[in-house]
């Protein structure tokens, strides 16, 4: 759940200040936010995947209960882990 907020908190603000680039190319405040987000993640998911699977992502346990890896109470769980949290940080 931390991660997860982290990763929501962060590409919140990046999306937020992204259009306020002072570069002037949207391009670039592209590539700028894509960048950091994407290394953020990765760091998370190295991190705690080892400690939660790295089911950051509602998708991601989805996808594992459709190919038999997760139980169905357990999706359940994750999926509201995932969702209260992210929710909860939007403002």
């Given at each position: ?12 603000w ?6 306020k680039?002072?570069w ?7 590539l ?5 987000t ?8 190295l991190t705690?995947?080892?400690?939660s699977?790295?089911h ?15 139980a169905a ?8 882990a ?10």
């Amino acid at each position: 759940m931390f991660g997860h907020g982290v990763f929501t908190r962060r590409s919140g603000w990046l999306r937020h200040h992204g259009g306020k680039a002072r570069w002037g190319n949207g391009a670039l405040a592209l590539l700028c936010n894509t960048l950091p987000t994407g290394a953020i993640l990765t760091v998370l998911i190295l991190t705690l995947g080892p400690i939660s699977g790295a089911h950051f992502n509602p998708a991601v346990s989805t996808a594992m209960a459709l190919r038999g890896d997760l139980a169905a109470r357990s999706t359940a769980i994750y999926i509201a882990a995932q969702v209260v949290p992210s929710t909860a940080l939007v403002r």
